[in-house]
């Protein structure tokens, strides 16, 4: 029995058009993959595979099982939406090190610190309390070396399981521990299939764990060409906008704002660079949509790839900065200013409020 290096599933040399397939001289080869990495790896070409989100579920909890340390990966640019749901049960007893990625995609005004501050927060809203919490970027190498040395001092001996929702960084970062690129990286979700064990010079494993599926972000629902401009990948450059009421931004065509009522405020967006933003009256806003959908304001360029934009209320209290955040897409910097705010974005998807990061 033989495994993909790449994504850690099963190799079978039966049916090409299923997960696991190889050509049989492929498995004479010294490094073996399946077809699906080989050409991620060399034509940078995305394949779609169906996940089972039950079935990584239960791979997730039988670290409860083990004694060993667990690392879980979090995207800074989307902290609740990467969040692991009841990750203190999946884990059972074992210490949690977290480690938030793509700190690069902040302004350089952003310090470290807050950044570690918010998930520290955020971990105890979730009922967890970390060993420790480094912030850096895995596909930068910043603080890698730190999060490393961190590994080493709490793992104490034992395996140490890296965990995350697709698309956190989460085989970039460990192709970074093991210091040569053997996990399969892409820009879609799910690359890792099966648990891959790697095992360290003290007979103990690093074992990389499918990504969870969280089907409450945008990032899911696009389609693998389009992904590359929904997730950014450099620096986010905020676009301000001052709004009256009953204006309206459009985040290309995945998600619809409305300043429904409130004083003149600043209002910034922090989304990929890629996407287009519209800013049009609120009155002319459906007609505008419906018109430009697919074409203008895309992704996504088939419309039919999403289910259709659902409303939410959200009322901004006023005396400081709020974020209106969209799960897997990017977030809106409220004013201090009291108003109504409606948001549309595709129904399932999470719409949240909190205290401003920046």
Same mark, same amino acid.
């Given at each position: ?29 010294? @490094? ?18 169906? @996940? ?71 971990? /105890? ?152 933003? @519209? ?12 018109? @430009? ?17 659902? /409303? ?47």
């Amino acid at each position: 029995m033989k495994f993909c290096e790449g994504c850690g599933i099963q190799l079978q040399t039966e049916e090409e058009k299923k997960p696991g397939y190889v050509p049989p001289a492929a498995l004479e080869r010294e @490094h073996q993959y399946c077809k699906r990495c080989y050409r991620i790896r060399h034509y940078n070409e995305l394949a779609v595979v169906e @996940h089972d989100p039950d079935i990584y579920l239960q791979i997730l909890g039988q670290i409860a099982d083990t004694n060993s340390l667990v690392v879980q990966i979090v995207d800074l640019f989307d902290i609740a939406g990467s969040w692991i749901p009841g990750i203190h049960r999946h884990i059972g007893n074992n210490p949690l090190l977290l480690f938030g990625n793509k700190m690069d995609l902040f302004p350089q005004s952003v310090k470290a610190g807050k950044l570690k501050e918010w998930i520290y927060l955020y971990s /105890k809203e979730m009922g967890i309390k970390p060993v420790d919490v480094v912030v850096g970027s895995a596909s930068k190498q910043d603080k890698m070396q730190e999060v490393r040395n961190a590994i080493e001092r709490y793992r104490q001996g034992r395996d140490v399981y890296i965990v995350g929702v697709t698309n956190v960084g989460k085989s970039t970062f460990l192709n970074y521990l093991l210091e040569e690129p053997i996990i399969t990286t892409s820009p879609y979700p799910g690359t890792t299939l099966d648990v891959i064990h790697i095992p360290l010079d003290d007979g103990r494993n690093i074992v990389d764990t499918p990504g969870i599926v969280k089907k409450n972000r945008i990032s899911e629902w696009v389609s693998p060409k389009e992904l590359s401009k929904v997730i950014p990948k450099s620096r986010l450059n905020p676009k301000v906008y001052q709004l009256n009421s009953d204006q309206t931004i459009f985040i290309a065509g995945l998600a619809r704002f409305d300043y429904v009522e409130g004083q003149r405020q600043p209002f910034t967006c922090y989304f990929s660079n890629q996407l287009y933003l @519209h800013r049009t009256k609120q009155e002319q806003a459906t007609a505008f949509y419906e018109k @430009h959908l697919g074409e203008m304001l895309q992704p996504p360029h088939d419309p039919s790839d999403l289910p259709a934009l659902q /409303k939410h209320r959200i009322v901004l209290t006023g005396g400081s900065k709020q974020d209106i955040v969209i799960s897997g897409l990017g977030w809106i910097a409220c004013g201090k200013e009291r108003g109504v705010v409606d948001v549309y974005a595709p129904k399932g998807i999470e719409v949240t409020l909190r205290p401003s990061i920046i």
